[in-house]
């Protein structure tokens, strides 16, 4: 499986950016998809995930209320829509597809991962 994320850029504090995950390889609507971030100087950390059928989500405290995950099995494609956006939102967004048909928000429970698209909130 190969994941491609897109829809990065630079937005100000309050706006909205939608990025996406585009999946290729093999049949995509059996596993779980996850967003993930990572900051300069942190670790990587869970945003969100969403079940293989798109009816379970799960979100991190920190963005929850102003990000909506959600997938289009179709296109085999998974996205994050960020409202409100903060500076300390600003990170390379990484999309990753679960082991199992459900989202977790361990990293461990993921092996495909995306290369990245960065989100830049500026004050």
């Known amino acids: 499986v190969q994941l491609q994320a897109s829809g990065g850029g630079l937005v100000q504090a309050g706006g909205s950016l939608k990025i996406s995950c585009a999946a290729s390889?093999?049949?995509?609507?059996?596993?779980?998809m996850g967003w993930f971030r990572q900051a300069p100087g942190k670790t990587r950390e869970f945003v969100a995930a969403i079940a293989w059928r798109g009816g379970v989500t799960l979100y991190a405290d920190s963005v929850k209320g102003r990000f909506t995950i959600s997938r289009d099995n179709a296109k085999s494609t998974s996205y994050l829509q960020m409202d409100s956006l903060k500076p300390e939102d600003t990170a390379v967004y990484y999309c990753?597809?679960?082991?199992?048909?459900?989202?977790?928000?361990?990293?461990?429970?993921?092996?495909?991962w995306g290369q990245g698209t960065q989100v830049t909130v500026s004050s």
């Open positions: 990753a597809e679960a082991r199992s048909s459900y989202g977790s928000m361990s990293l461990n429970d993921y092996n495909y």
């Open positions: 390889g093999r049949m995509f609507l059996n596993n779980g």
